[in-house]
């Protein structure tokens, strides 16, 4: 049985070899009959344009928040009950509207007190004068006695009743002092329960109530004011500190702005960096005429962190992205003027629409492939023309190779759009 299955194989393998032999001499045969014919060498379509230049700022995208130009949470100093609350939640209050008043019954009886204690030393004051012209007129009286019938322990009495006098008036000046500061200090409680709006703000939510017992720095309610301008903060990092200084314009987006982005400008930036994040906080002042931002809300913040500079453009159909690098091709003649592509490696940058910026490995206006060049190679040889038999498509002119002279590329200078048109440089 292994003879004949040894036999089998061999003639199976012999066979196979002698069809293999026929076929390579008719092939043979066949390029021996057309040796001296030329050799067809395939193509491909593809749009050709050229590189192009646009002025592009980098930019980094930051979350910034809104802040009220002033904002306060209202408190109590004094510890008291609650007689009356002069707002509603929500709504717009003017500077010095009472907000709340607190029961002051108390501290007016005691006002009343200070006040009677200072009409008490007003009185002292004038009988001490009283007191003082007499001791006064007594001393003169006898001093002018030229007798030695007025012992000098006379003017010695008389002398120290008039200083007893001047030094009782000056304790009653110094009583009706203290009773006027009593007066100041209760006039400042009265005014310190009755607490007011320090400017025209929006009120937020009420949470006193008439009756209610409010212990000493109770919050009642947070201010925001209310003004054409508000403040928007955001923070950037320490190594875009030096782009970020007063007077940079930066652009905001966000619902409440408008569908455009804004422009708005750095009036402030903090002194420190933060030591958690690192980052330095930045603030800009927004229009707000229209009351759309509230404060609290958040806002895109788009940031230049470099002067403008120019960079080559190309339509971004016209990269090959491969996890090995990024390429294109570039469309020139080879040593015999044929039109091929050749596949460069190139550096990205930026998306911009429909165009993307190169920053390195193309010159502009150098020719690349756009559309269709997905389906080329290394060397092909390309003719311009719109890939896939559409409007225009197919190769230009008759046969391989006749767009050596310039293709269908636009003006150089100018970016290019995946449908071939000279589209607007982008900044």
């Given at each position: 049985?292994?003879?004949?299955?040894?036999?089998?194989?061999?003639?199976?393998?012999?066979?196979?070899?002698a069809?293999?032999?026929?076929?390579?001499?008719?092939?043979?045969?066949?390029r021996?009959?057309?040796?001296?014919?030329?050799?067809?060498?395939?193509?491909?379509?593809?749009q050709?344009?050229?590189?192009g230049?646009?002025?592009?700022?980098p930019?980094?995208?930051?979350?910034?928040?809104?802040?009220?130009?002033?904002?306060v949470?209202?408190?109590?100093?004094?510890?008291?009950?609650?007689?009356?609350?002069?707002?509603?939640?929500?709504?717009?209050?003017e500077?010095?509207?009472?907000?709340?008043?607190?029961?002051?019954?108390?501290?007016?009886?005691?006002?009343?007190?200070?006040?009677?204690?200072?009409?008490?030393?007003?009185?002292?004051?004038?009988?001490?004068?009283?007191?003082?012209?007499?001791?006064?007129?007594?001393?003169?009286?006898?001093?002018?006695?030229?007798?030695?019938?007025?012992?000098?322990?006379?003017?010695?009495?008389?002398?120290?009743?008039?200083?007893?006098?001047?030094?009782?008036?000056a304790?009653?000046?110094?009583?009706?002092?203290?009773?006027?500061a009593?007066?100041?200090?209760?006039?400042?409680?009265?005014?310190?329960?009755?607490?007011?709006?320090?400017?025209?703000?929006?009120?937020?939510?009420?949470?006193?109530?008439?009756?209610?017992?409010?212990?000493?720095?109770?919050?009642?309610?947070?201010?925001?004011?209310?003004s054409?301008?508000?403040?928007?903060?955001?923070?950037?990092?320490?190594e875009?500190?030096?782009?970020?200084?007063?007077?940079?314009?930066?652009?905001?987006?966000?619902?409440?702005?408008?569908?455009?982005?804004?422009?708005?400008?750095?009036?402030?930036?903090?002194?420190?960096?933060?030591?958690?994040?690192?980052?330095?906080?930045?603030?800009?002042?927004?229009?707000?005429?229209?009351?759309?931002?509230?404060p609290?809300?958040?806002?895109?913040v788009?940031?230049?962190?470099?002067?403008?500079?120019?960079?080559?453009?190309?339509?971004?159909?016209?990269?090959?992205?491969?996890?090995?690098?990024?390429?294109?091709?570039?469309?020139?003649?080879?040593?015999?003027g044929?039109?091929r592509?050749?596949?460069?490696?190139?550096?990205?940058?930026?998306?911009?629409g429909?165009?993307?910026?190169?920053?390195?490995?193309?010159?502009?206006?150098?020719r690349?492939?756009?559309?269709?060049?997905?389906?080329?190679?290394?060397?092909?040889?390309?003719?311009?023309?719109?890939?896939?038999?559409?409007?225009?498509?197919?190769?230009?002119g008759?046969?391989a190779?006749s767009?050596?002279?310039?293709?269908?590329?636009?003006?150089s200078?100018?970016?290019?759009?995946?449908d071939?048109?000279?589209g607007?440089?982008?900044?």
């Amino acid at each position: 049985m292994n003879r004949k299955w040894i036999v089998g194989t061999t003639v199976v393998v012999v066979a196979a070899v002698a069809v293999a032999g026929a076929i390579a001499a008719v092939k043979g045969r066949e390029r021996g009959g057309e040796a001296g014919a030329p050799v067809f060498e395939p193509f491909e379509a593809a749009q050709i344009v050229e590189a192009g230049v646009t002025t592009f700022q980098p930019t980094a995208d930051m979350v910034g928040t809104v802040f009220a130009m002033r904002s306060v949470m209202v408190r109590n100093e004094l510890a008291a009950r609650v007689l009356e609350v002069g707002f509603d939640s929500g709504e717009v209050v003017e500077a010095g509207q009472v907000l709340v008043r607190q029961d002051d019954a108390t501290d007016r009886a005691d006002l009343e007190a200070a006040l009677a204690s200072v009409r008490v030393a007003e009185a002292s004051i004038e009988q001490g004068d009283t007191e003082i012209a007499l001791a006064e007129v007594e001393l003169q009286r006898l001093s002018a006695v030229q007798s030695r019938a007025i012992a000098e322990v006379e003017l010695d009495r008389a002398r120290s009743r008039l200083d007893a006098a001047r030094a009782a008036r000056a304790r009653w000046v110094a009583e009706a002092d203290q009773a006027r500061a009593r007066v100041a200090q209760v006039e400042s409680r009265i005014e310190k329960l009755t607490i007011r709006a320090p400017f025209r703000a929006r009120a937020g939510m009420r949470t006193v109530h008439e009756g209610q017992y409010l212990a000493e720095g109770t919050d009642i309610v947070g201010l925001q004011e209310l003004s054409d301008t508000i403040y928007l903060d955001f923070a950037v990092p320490q190594e875009y500190a030096e782009r970020a200084r007063v007077g940079t314009v930066v652009m905001a987006s966000g619902a409440m702005l408008g569908p455009e982005p804004a422009r708005i400008e750095v009036v402030a930036v903090d002194a420190t960096v933060n030591n958690s994040t690192r980052n330095l906080r930045i603030r800009a002042i927004v229009d707000n005429s229209r009351g759309a931002l509230v404060p609290g809300m958040f806002v895109q913040v788009r940031v230049p962190i470099d002067a403008p500079s120019e960079h080559v453009v190309v339509p971004s159909v016209a990269i090959r992205r491969a996890p090995y690098g990024n390429s294109v091709f570039v469309i020139s003649a080879d040593g015999s003027g044929e039109t091929r592509a050749f596949q460069r490696f190139v550096t990205l940058g930026e998306t911009l629409g429909e165009q993307v910026i190169v920053l390195d490995g193309l010159k502009p206006g150098e020719r690349i492939a756009a559309a269709g060049s997905f389906k080329l190679r290394d060397g092909v040889k390309v003719v311009s023309g719109q890939p896939g038999g559409g409007p225009g498509g197919g190769p230009r002119g008759a046969g391989a190779g006749s767009d050596r002279a310039g293709g269908s590329s636009p003006a150089s200078g100018g970016a290019t759009t995946a449908d071939g048109q000279h589209g607007p440089e982008k900044s």
